[in-house]
């Protein structure tokens, strides 16, 4: 809290988490909110780690797409191909992964080279 | 993204300069631009300098390319010069605000640590201490002694760099005389006009922790709704259809 923004430092120990695992030789993916439409849970620039053990760090949803995002990030460590994502509004009689708040965002995962 | 740019993101961030990652959705190319730096004028360069400034990341879109504009600005930082009673308040607040804060104080009676356990504190002269602390955009300067011998020398040295806030406490004739001397040493109508004062929004704050609230509520006004340079990114819209997850 001392050094700066909540939000700002949580980015930094996201990205410096990141750069520890793929230093000790890990697969790792980084999933990025693009975009939000209505009432999204976390803001543009929202980032979550993927390790290839699925140990993870941050947040792209607080806990409603994440499984989800993890899937895709295993798939994309091995293929290195990136991918834009889209979670929309839930049905809540459904139990398909999607955000109960009622809003629609795009997380971009990525491999970290 | 590439370790490379990771690593220079980091660096950035240790530097306190302002970084935007530039990703095209499609490819997954990326590059670094450093908005303010960056002379090109080009509309994305453009575009990254608005995201910056308004800190907000964000996609911009042009020639049918979207391209997600990654701001990874500095951590904010507070300058508080005179560790008065005013300060004791505005401090904790500007820290849960999520400031990098120092005291600076050359009254040593004034700006102790008993004062203000856990702060940075500076008993340097405001000008000497401003300027081995190089206020950037993200950089907020109070000043609060209303002691023209302290507060003057740190108003000279905040009006040089480019803060993104100037406030300096006093009534509006204590502002006025402060202004008279700030004419004499050379600064313009321009320069004047980027100090707050009499400080703070005014809410009819009258002890020391709500006139710390107006001030807080200024500073946040100042960085949240300062208008962005030249023409604003592309208002977000529904996107076309893309691969959906899940």
């Given at each position: 809290m001392k050094d700066s923004s909540l939000v700002q430092q949580e980015e930094a120990d996201i990205l410096r988490q990141a750069a520890d695992w793929k230093a000790q030789g890990r697969d790792v993916a980084i999933a990025t909110v693009v975009s939000t439409w209505g009432s999204a849970p976390r803001p543009a620039g929202s980032q979550l780690v993927v390790d290839g053990e699925m140990n993870m760090i941050g947040s792209v949803s607080g806990g409603c797409v994440e499984s989800a995002v993890v899937q895709e990030a295993l798939e994309i460590m091995e293929t290195g191909m990136p991918k834009l994502l889209e979670f929309g509004v839930s049905n809540?009689?459904?139990?398909?992964?999607?955000?109960a708040c009622g809003g629609k965002i795009q997380v971009f995962v990525e491999r970290l080279n | 993204m590439q370790s490379d740019t990771l690593g220079q993101i980091q660096n950035d961030r240790e530097g306190k300069t302002p970084v935007v990652r530039a990703l095209?959705?499609?490819?997954g190319e990326e590059h670094l631009i450093r908005p303010f730096e960056?002379?090109?004028?080009?509309p994305l360069v453009q575009a990254a300098r608005n995201a910056a400034l308004a800190d907000k990341s964000q996609v911009f879109e042009a020639d049918g390319k979207r391209i997600f504009l990654q701001v990874f600005n500095p951590p904010l930082r507070m300058i508080v010069v005179g560790a008065v009673h005013i300060s004791q308040a505005l401090v904790p607040m500007a820290q849960i605000a999520g400031y990098d804060v120092t005291v600076v104080d050359p009254r040593r009676a004034f700006g102790s640590d008993l004062r203000f356990p856990g702060v940075a504190l500076s008993n340097d002269w405001p000008d000497v201490a401003i300027e081995a602390l190089?206020?950037?955009?993200r950089t907020a300067i109070v000043t609060l002694t209303h002691d023209p011998k302290i507060d003057d020398p740190a108003l000279n040295v905040a009006l040089t760099s480019t803060a993104f806030y100037i406030g300096s406490l006093g009534s509006r004739k204590t502002h006025a005389a402060r202004l008279a001397r700030l004419t004499t040493v050379g600064f313009d109508d321009d320069a004047q006009a980027r100090i707050d004062g009499p400080?703070?929004?005014?809410?009819g704050a009258k002890s020391p922790a709500e006139i710390a609230i107006s001030i807080m509520a200024k500073i946040t006004q100042t960085l949240r709704q300062t208008p962005s340079e030249g023409s604003p990114v592309s208002v977000e819209q529904a996107p076309p259809a893309v691969s959906a997850g899940a």
């Open positions: 809540s009689a459904a139990w398909d992964v999607g955000l | 095209d959705l499609e490819s960056d002379d090109s004028g080009s190089k206020p950037d955009r400080i703070g929004l005014a809410i």
